[in-house]
């Protein structure tokens, strides 16, 4: 196991977010190389970081000579490439398959519609309002949200997404739940989103992963 790894992030970027959650949730150590998203035209964009991670997107995982992108790749990465630490996929095939269904509800259909890159497109390209944006922004995530209760009302087996433990699942709602807040979501429609977000927003893990807390953050965030 490497000294730390390096992880490539920003500060509000909800998929480098999970990434943080999961690292620390299974004991790893990480230094962030922080990215800002926005200026000097996003330094995702430019050519020390695109010959790095070519999709031009965070995070990016650095583990010695080992460079992984894609936040559910790095964290199934980090899930077989170091067992010995705290899982977050849990050992049966239904549950995994479960925990795997809501991860991907929001890493997969409900993320990129509302990923930077798209709302910049839709301003750039098509004239969309700031009031436009963020009607964009809950429109898709109260979609999902709807979706991923009723799957977790009929599915859920304890305190978190998949029983008495976070996992992947975990990593994955609590950044949406809080794009949910900033773009405005009413998210007393969905009673057990907020369960589990107030269950796990108690957790050490989850609060050093937050935007808040990253040093890259304005101080007034």
Not at 8 to 34: E, H
């Amino acid at each position: 196991m490497p000294d730390t790894f390096t992880l490539y992030s920003y500060w509000r970027s909800s998929a480098a977010y999970r990434v943080r959650i999961a690292l620390n949730l299974k004991g790893l150590d990480y230094v962030i190389a922080p990215v800002h998203l926005v200026r000097d035209g996003g330094e995702q964009h430019h050519d020390e970081y695109r010959a790095l991670n070519p999709q031009q997107l965070v995070p990016t995982l650095v583990d010695g000579d080992r460079t992984i992108v894609e936040s559910l790749a790095i964290i199934e990465y980090l899930e077989d490439a170091y067992p010995e630490t705290p899982r977050l996929l849990p050992p049966s095939a239904l549950a995994c398959a479960r925990v795997r269904a809501v991860a991907q509800a929001i890493a997969c259909d409900i993320h990129p519609i509302g990923n930077l890159r798209v709302l910049q497109y839709l301003q750039r390209e098509l004239g969309a309002s700031d009031e436009q944006k963020l009607a964009w922004s809950r429109h898709w995530i109260e979609i999902g949200f709807e979706a991923i209760e009723a799957m977790l009302a009929v599915s859920r087996t304890g305190a978190f997404c998949d029983g008495n433990l976070p996992t992947l699942a975990d990593c994955c709602l609590i950044p949406q739940v809080y794009n949910a807040r900033r773009f405005g979501v009413a998210l007393g429609r969905y009673p057990v989103i907020e369960s589990i977000d107030a269950m796990c927003r108690k957790l050490e893990a989850f609060a050093r992963a937050a935007p808040e807390a990253q040093a890259d953050a304005p101080v007034a965030a």
